[in-house]
């Protein structure tokens, strides 16, 4: 088991920035993690992924605003969001993969306004 606790969201304006943060309660150390995001009436959708090694990879509609990096040391996983955009709009949540079990945070809620 493990918890994963979210923080950094809020509200910002259209071309703002962000800085998302999660914590876990275990060592990260060699662990994939990743981000994801949930809008209203939306599924759940995939936003960014860093693996153990520390290779990065993003969907298409993030690629050059958002940045996923890692602090093995502290546990820690960021995201940096900038240009964000309304339809960036969601709740935000951490994952990590450990022996196969994706575990989730509960999530942190960013709002762009237009």
């Not at 939306?42 to 298409?60: F, K, L, M, Q």
């Not at 546990?75 to 994706?102: I, K």
Request: proline content about 3%; charged content about 20%.
């Amino acid at each position: 088991q493990v918890q994963l606790v979210e923080s950094g969201g809020g509200l910002v304006q259209l071309g703002g920035s962000l800085r998302l943060s999660c914590e876990a309660s275990r060592s990260v150390f060699n662990v994939d993690m990743g981000w994801y995001r949930q809008a209203p009436r939306n599924r759940r959708e995939w936003v960014a992924g860093i693996t153990g090694g520390g290779s990065t990879v993003y969907t298409d509609s993030v690629k050059g605003r958002f940045t996923i990096s890692r602090d093995n040391a502290k546990n820690m996983v960021y995201m940096q969001m900038n240009s964000l955009r309304p339809e960036d709009t969601g709740v935000y949540l951490c994952s990590a993969t450990y022996d196969g079990v994706l575990f989730w945070g509960q999530g942190t809620q960013v709002t762009v306004s237009p």
